[in-house]
Each structure stands twice: as structure tokens, then as C-alpha cells.
């Protein structure tokens, strides 16, 4: 019985993991509806040829958005994207992509 | 959590607000039950339709979500005019609802919705059933103004076709194109402002002349614009020159653009009141365009071509519990294209689930992110991001623009690959 419910936990754990929104119950807030613009080039739900951003970590985020928002570092697109977002923002933005896996 | 604290808790949520996830727990919990048994049915399975089902979903897992399409198969705009010019078949833009139902719980219903009842809130389908919402979403595209130009009708469209809907207009005008010979004379009629996709009869354009490159090289392309100038037009014009000579020839709506007659039988278009005339071989006529036919008949336009929306949410202003997402809405300085389809669908779907709940709507971020080919290795781009100000959607100062002049192949190279990853990457999104 115990290890049955064992067994259920950690398929329930599994699940979760898969799942989008870690927190299901919640409604949504403003980090989660601004990452969700990112997700149209950079899907969670299949792969091209962009760069995956699912479990990219969290401080390279900001350290990246923030050189491409100020120029250090070049960019075809993500340059003139990055200018759009204020620093509370990305780091809004950053901290949602840290709980998606 | 009392109502007190809660609405204090609402303001800290609200614009510019930064509260956490975590913290809202407690309001949640308590407001739930109405999100989960609310029912929202999406009319129009596009790009701003399917996104908004599957986010609703995602955003509140046990919501009652239904999408009605008429279509088994979407065809996207986008990437239709590779297929015109040869680099990408109809397979390559075929969407399917499969994993909207199987993998994120959306109810799929293959019909056409034949009428709305704001008031009663009902949807009543071409197999007779009315289906009750507490909340709706519209994004049923475009429907075209043949009435604007006398001569032409819609039913010319099986001989003279816009194909600026995907599907069998786009298999006919590639036909055609193939049919031409060599030496022929391609007309395109481009439409004056607001239209679906700015940037897309010049990529048109330019996918034309490839193939006319390859198979056809001395046949000509003649763009009658209703206007004076076009998305990214020095980018366009730029690569125009470097790849296609003197192939594609623009006309200005002053300059005799402005088509005020087509002579259907004869493939003829008259413009300056009788005195410039363009014979073509290919016609390709894409008309003036207004909302959605479902969403007039509804009464969303009120007396204009588009549905005016609060932009802060997409809610109807004339029909509250009603929202119009996509090509049909009114929004602010977003430009009507797929990729703006998709990021209003959120912004949609987010409001009426924390409407459901009784919170407040939260401040929208949006994004627009346009690629273009002009030879299938030399692609342009145009990105802006939106935020809400003042009551409407503008484009945030010092953001976007579009990609930078004179730039080397090997950059133009680059976003030719990133056209790819974006078509890949927004149809997962929406669709995957």
C-alpha cells in the first residue's frame, strides 16, 4: 500500500514535469504572459532551427537581454526585440523561464 | 483571504505590478471553481484562434474549451508564397487540430458557425446545434470587398484568384504561373491600408520572380499598389535590384497603382480614368478587405470594416463577453499578421481567465516578427514590441525596426535561416 503510494507520487511528479505551468491552479501572471511572447519564435512545443530557451538558465538570460538590449552583444533580430523590454521585465521573464523545464 | 486584502492584492498585480506567482495562492484557491467550470468556445481555427484555445487551456487546464473550424487542414498564409515560387509544396504550410485535442485537452468541432446571439450568449452551427458560452473568442480572419473595384466579383476569383487565403487559391495561382510562357506579363493588384500581412505581396513578388528566374527569365512582374509606399520597401527594392534586374516593376497608387476598373473577361486593369491600362497573362487581384464575415454579420464592426476592442484585453466593445483577436480587430499600431494573431491570443486568453476568476486584467506585452524571402537564401525582417499606453496598443520607442541596409549576404543568409525557425517555431506554438 505504502509503495503503491510511492509509486503515484513519483508518477504524479513525472507529470508534472512534463506539464507547462508548474503551478496549474494559479491564474496567470504577468512574467508567465510576457514569456509567453517568446514563445512563438522560440517554442516550448516543438523544435526549429532557433535557439531552445527551455532551461536556459536564469542569469544568462538577463546578462544576454541586457547586451543585446544595450549592443554589446550583436544580433540579426533579438537586438531590436530586447530594446522593447524594460530590466524588470526581462528579469520577470527570466525568472518564469527558471520554473519550466 | 478577505475581500479586502484581496483587492489590495489586485492592485499589486496590476499595471506595472510585479507580484509573484506564489503570492496569489490564496486568492486562487478561493476563485477557481469559477474558472473550471466556465465554457468558451473559439471561433476560427487560425493563427489567432488555435493559440487562444490551446492557451486557454494551458493557462487554466480544466476550463471547458471548444474550437469550431470549418477546415480538417489549415493552410497557413505564411509560407504560401514559397510555394508560389517553388520552394516549399502545399504539404510544407498544412496544419492539423490533432494535437490541440490530443495532447492539450481543446474540444475540436469541424463546422461553420452560421450565427451568434451576443445577448442569449449562443453559437449556432451549420449542423443546427446552439452551444452556450460564458465567454467567446473570435478570430475568423478576412473577408474581401469585391465590391470596391466595379468589373470583378468574387465568383472571378476561380479564374482571377486573390490567394490571400492559403488552400486552393494558392495550388491555383501557382498553376497558373506554371501554365504561363515564358515572356508573360504577371499583375498583381496590391491593396491600400489596413490589409492582412503588409509586407506580403511584395514577398509575393519576389517568390515570383525567383521562379521566373529559373523557368520563365524574360517574363515580367508589374506590383499596382493602392498606395504610395510599402512594409520594408528599401529592403525590398534593395534585394529587388541585386537578384532580379529590372524584373519587378512597382506602381504607385499616383503613378497609375490605383486600379478603379478591371475588365475580368480580358485579364485588363484600368486605372487614371480610362488612360493607363495593364494587360496581364497572371492576374492576381487580392481586394480591400474587412472582419471576418461571421464577425460583421454579428455586429462586431459596428458600421466600419474592423472590430473595435478594448486593447487592454481584445474584449468587444459592442459586445461584452465577446473577444476579437487577429486580422478582424482593431489593434492599435499592431499590423494584422500571423505572428500579432498569436500574441493577442494570449493576451486574450490570459483576460478571460482572470476575468473568470475576478482579477484584473494584467498589463500586455506583445511582439510582432515578420520575415520575408526575396531569393530563398536572402531573407528582411521586421520586429516591433507593443505595450499598452493611454487606452491603445504602441509600438515601445527605441524597439524594432527593420533589418539594416547593405548588410552582407551572409546576414541576409542568416535570417533566410531564421525564416525558417520562426515558421517552424510559431506553428508549434500554435498548432504543436
Redesign the interface.
Known sequence: MKRSRILAAGIAVSMMAMA??P????????????T??C????????????PNLVGYPRDLMISQMQAFKDGSRPG??MN??????TD??IV?MA?YFDTIQ | MTDFSRRNFLKAVGIGGAASLASLGCAANGTATASRSARVIVVGGGSGGATAAKYLKRFSPDMDVTLIEPNATYYTCYGSNWVLGGNAEMDDIAQSYDALQSRHGVKVVQDTVMEIDPAGRTVTTSAGEAMNYDRLVMSPGIDFRYDAVPGITEADSERIPHAWKAGEQTRLLRQQLEAMPDGGIFVMVAPGNPFRCPPGPYERASMVAHYFQQEKPRSKIIILDNKEAFSKQGLFMEGWAQHYGDMIEWVASSRGGQVEEIDAANLRTISDGGFTEFKADVLNYIPPQTAGKIAKQTGLAGDGFWCPVNQLTFESTIHPGIYVIGDSSVAGAMPKSGHSANNQAKVAAAAIVRDLAGLEPLAPSTANTCYSLITPDHAISVAAVYAYQDGTIGGVEGAGGVSPMDAPASVRRQEALYTKGWYDGITADIWG
Open positions: 507547462y505551468v503551478q496549474a491552479a494559479a491564474e496567470v501572471d504577468r512574467g508567465q504572459l510576457l509567453t511572447s514563445f512563438s519564435c522560440h517554442s516550448i512545443d516543438g523544435t526549429g532551427n532557433m540579426t533580430i531590436r526585440h530586447a530594446k522593447g523590454y524588470e521585465e520577470m525568472d
